[in-house]
């Protein structure tokens, strides 16, 4: 059954951004904290083409944001911006020739556009419609597989508040940025069930993985 | 060394206690879902005096709350109110004639009153002073254990907030409240650095310890 699901990096007092968020800093202040242990990992340099890194528990834990995935959802900041304000019809977003999905991504944005067909199997998808209608199209796209939400932080509360959210899981970093975007704000008045299904502790990082109701 | 250490049950979305919190409800709306996890297990009864109770990886992390603790400091509210607005000279707070600290209980209030002895080696004294001389009266009377900083959220924020906490235990509950008493509120502008260094996965809870800089 697909489901769709999502993985982020949050600080323990609840961030997944700093404070200040900018076109040049989009993490916000000290938000880069959130992804030092994953920099230097093996799965993390493989999955951007590079060679080497070092072992950790959690390169098995990136590998599997991967494995199944057979569609993507974001948002324009996630994608980079544009077209709109922020880009152009030739701003083709920020994951360069070959972006790391190699599957359909279906972007959240208000700017109609034509698709996008990059290297490697990745062809970005430009949504104007309600969530749910990219979440099918999504879905549809993915057949068997599930669909990645792939952030940020603001379509994630969409999709949560909206009930359609199988499975998160959270990268719980040991850092306090005191400030900036939550992950759990606006989430208007459903109730949202969690169960914990699965924990890996790993250098620097605590992986936790909820079924969501 | 003596270090001063805590443990707390926090939801996912960062609350110690959830809204609307009053005398009668003092976990406020929902929070009682922070301890669901422990009330059936077996060191959870064994530290209230019953017997039989489950199994759990739980059981250890309990355990270890209170091992190596010499003495004890809580906030008044956590002592059970009083003297005050909330009791009265008789009030000896409501954790029954065997309190479960077995050591001695500081407690910060504005309230000053004579230190009240209880059954099983908990004595309760009262410390209107700072709470960095509060601090080191518990560290005396510690000897070579730690000392344990019981709760609530306001004197931990306070301990937290001044450099004062060796090492602080967060038990993740997969819920959200929404709302309520965040831990890592009114901390001021001190870096607080955290190091992860221990993770207990456990049916619907995960412990994560962080050393404090």
Redesign the interface.
């Known amino acids: 059954m697909t489901k769709l699901r999502f993985n982020i990096a949050m600080s323990?007092?609840?961030f997944v951004a700093g404070p200040e968020q900018s076109q040049e800093n989009p993490l916000g202040i000290g938000g880069e904290e959130l992804h030092e242990w994953a920099v230097g990992l093996r799965a993390f340099r493989e999955a951007h083409g590079k060679e080497g890194g070092e072992e950790s528990p959690s390169n098995a834990v990136i590998e599997g944001w991967f494995e199944n995935v057979g569609a993507t959802i974001m948002g324009r900041n996630m994608f980079g911006g544009g077209p709109g304000p922020w880009g152009d019809d030739q701003w083709t977003g920020w994951w360069g020739d070959e972006p790391p999905f190699h599957n359909p991504v279906f972007v959240i944005t208000h700017h109609a556009r034509e698709p996008v067909e990059m290297k490697g199997g990745t062809t970005f998808h430009f949504m104007t419609e309600e969530i749910e209608s990219a979440l099918e199209q999504a879905k549809e796209a993915a057949g068997e597989k599930d669909v990645a939400l792939a952030g940020g932080a603001s379509v994630a509360q969409q999709y949560l508040a909206a009930g359609l959210i199988g499975e998160m899981e959270?990268s719980?970093v040991?850092?306090?940025l005191?400030g900036g975007e939550?992950?759990?704000d606006n989430?208007g008045d459903r109730d949202?069930g969690?169960?914990?299904i699965?924990?890996v502790?790993a250098?620097?990082?605590?992986h936790?993985t909820?079924r969501v109701a």
Chains 1, 2 share one sequence.
């Open positions: 323990l007092d609840g959270i719980l040991p850092i306090l005191r939550r992950l759990f989430l949202i969690l169960e914990q699965g924990v502790e250098p620097g990082v605590t936790i909820y």
